[in-house]
């Protein structure tokens, strides 16, 4: 059975830097594409970062670019997201998925989700 668990949240400031984890178990990890996503207060859950099983290729949406970077570590069983120069609009719960479906942005297509960690920026 797949399981995923996201650390590494927290409370920081406008411009500060975080990196999340998601570790997953139970899973062959380095055949799959992985993603992250994220729920702000009173939205839908949104796309943020995704990357190939191979690491080599990545996409991010618009609000990150530039800013966020996702990485693995096939030996570790382990996904990140480097997230720098934090905006407030950068406040939500972040999850880490398993890509299964056709899509690299839908969260339909990624599964299964764990608790996620909490992610607040404070302006």
């Known amino acids: 059975q797949v399981q995923v668990a996201e650390s590494g949240g927290g409370l920081v400031q406008a411009g500060d830097s975080l990196t999340l984890t998601c570790a997953v178990s139970?899973?062959?990890?380095?055949?799959?594409?992985m993603g992250w996503f994220r729920r702000a207060p009173g939205k839908e859950r949104e796309f943020v970062a995704y990357?190939?099983?191979?690491?080599?290729?990545?996409d991010y949406a618009d609000s990150v670019k530039g800013r966020f970077t996702i990485s693995r570590d096939n030996a570790k069983n382990t996904l990140y997201l480097q997230m720098n120069s934090l905006k407030f609009e950068d406040t939500a719960v972040y999850y880490c998925?398993?890509?299964?479906?056709?899509?690299?942005?839908?969260?339909?297509?990624?599964?299964?989700w764990g608790q996620g960690t909490q992610v607040t920026v404070s302006s």
């Open positions: 139970g899973w062959s990890f380095n055949s799959y594409d």
């Open positions: 990357i190939t099983y191979t690491g080599d290729s990545a």
């Open positions: 998925a398993v890509r299964r479906g056709s899509s690299r942005y839908r969260d339909e297509d990624f599964g299964p």
